[in-house]
């Protein structure tokens, strides 16, 4: 399939928000991967209510952000008011210079180790994961039939969070359950985010100026969602994401590793039912539960007061970090980077310099004056004499998204 426009829309389809951007992967490419290509961003949230928002920026003609309210009853009706916002700029789905869609879907079980071309098997396939991914997959299939019936001629290429991850190996894949049922329900660790992981573990490559099959990088991914991967050779080797996003890290809102007994107590002791103890674990867990604030800016405010709960909530979130940080030297065996990026990874310098505290003897530090500074740049943040380097990458999952599927149409 040979592409011959130049430009990608990338998707990501939530159960209630469609977000969107719209990149000329010629301009990407001739500036290095970085962001110079971008011709309109924008989103579309609370999708069947009343309220809905389209914010919408056109960047290629340097317009202003238009926001509109009203009601958007369905993911079609949020995918035909963007489409007209995009004509409006000249940038409508109709354009012979569209390339292709790219669409992020979050699980693609062991069968999806690629970006891939959608067509009806594919499509069938994405939905038989959804069992296993029953709160994003059905999101992301309702976004892609959409663009379908919008674009049924355009190559629409789905880039799956799970893909990056589907090189670990058996032994850090499988939970230490009884085999048979394990297979049968597709019990394992499949890990997500990996998008972020893929892009930022390059970036940090680049950074150090090597190939990334010369290095070992520790990624740490601290969005609201928060994952850590250990990336050898440009190979994920382990990641602490598992079945769904809910094992590993703190996180804003879901508690990250647990002992599943605590799941039966919730169920025998305090009687609740699997999908309280789901929504509790999922979304009022984390850092939200432990103090009432998932956003870092709120914490560190609250701790410069002195809020005890804040503090408590921090340390507990960084304890954990450091744990993966522990755990994942171990697993390289040589770690030449750590990465932060996301929301609170390029941004909260005390969550950076709290995680590496303290590891000096494993070669990691953090230089105060560097871990300061603020840029939209990847950029080294440990000191000239620090065996490993420490880093801050800013990761871009759409541009990685668009360029796969650009790849992927244009070879
Ligand atoms: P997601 O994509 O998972 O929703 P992001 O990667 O956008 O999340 O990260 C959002 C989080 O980043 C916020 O909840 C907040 O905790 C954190 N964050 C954003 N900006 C800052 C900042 N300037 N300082 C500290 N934390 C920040």
């Known amino acids: 399939m040979t592409a011959t426009g130049t430009r990608v829309l990338v998707l990501n389809s939530g159960s209630s928000s469609v977000k969107y951007q719209l990149l000329d992967m010629t301009d990407t490419q001739s500036a290095g991967g970085s962001a110079a290509g971008r011709l309109a961003v924008g989103l579309v949230e609370r999708i069947g209510e009343e309220n809905s928002r389209l914010v919408h920026t056109p960047l290629a003609t340097g317009g202003d952000k238009r926001e509109t309210e009203g009601p958007i009853a369905d993911h079609e009706a949020a995918l035909k008011a963007v489409a007209a916002e995009l004509s409006a700029d000249g940038l409508g789905l109709d354009s012979p210079q569209l390339a292709a869609i790219g669409h992020r879907v979050v699980h ?65 894949a499988r939970y230490a359950i009884d085999v048979e049922t394990a297979d049968a329900h597709r019990i394992r660790r499949y890990g997500f985010h990996g998008t972020s ?18 290095v070992n990088v520790i990624v740490l991914h601290l969005g609201n969602g928060a994952s850590a991967s250990a990336v050898a050779g440009g ?65 560190r405010r609250r701790i410069d007061e002195g809020d005890e709960r804040a503090a408590l909530a921090f340390d507990i979130y960084i304890h954990r970090l450091k744990k993966y940080i522990g755990a994942y030297s171990a697993v390289l065996g040589r770690v030449d980077a750590v990465a932060f990026t996301a929301g609170v990874g390029e941004n909260a310098a005390p969550v950076r310099e709290a995680a590496v505290a303290g590891l000096e003897e494993m070669g990691m530090a953090v230089d105060a004056s560097l871990n300061a500074v603020r840029s939209d740049e990847p950029r080294l943040i440990s000191p000239e004499y620090a065996r490993v380097a420490v880093a801050v990458v800013p990761t871009d999952e759409e541009l990685e998204i668009a360029q796969q599927a650009y790849a992927l149409v244009s070879a």
């Open 197 to 214: 992981h893929a892009y930022v573990s390059r970036k940090t490559a680049a950074l150090l100026g090597k190939d990334p099959s010369e």
């Open 235 to 299: 190979r994920c080797v382990d990641t602490s994401m598992g079945l769904t996003p809910l094992e590993g890290l703190v996180m804003g809102t879901r508690s990250g590793d647990i002992d599943p007994a605590v799941t039966f107590h919730l169920g025998r002791v305090a009687g609740m039912s699997a999908d309280e103890i789901d929504t509790l674990l999922n979304k009022k867990s984390g850092l939200i539960g432990l103090c009432g604030d998932n956003d870092m800016r709120e914490i």
């Open 108 to 172: 693609g079980g062991l069968k999806f180790t690629e970006p891939t071309v959608i067509n009806d098997a594919v499509l069938q396939e994405i939905e038989r994961l959804v069992p296993v991914a029953p709160l994003h997959n059905p999101a992301n299939i309702t976004g892609i039939r959409t663009a379908l019936a919008l674009r049924p001629d355009l190559p629409q290429v789905a880039v799956f969070d799970t893909a990056f991850h589907t090189t670990m190996p058996e032994y850090a």
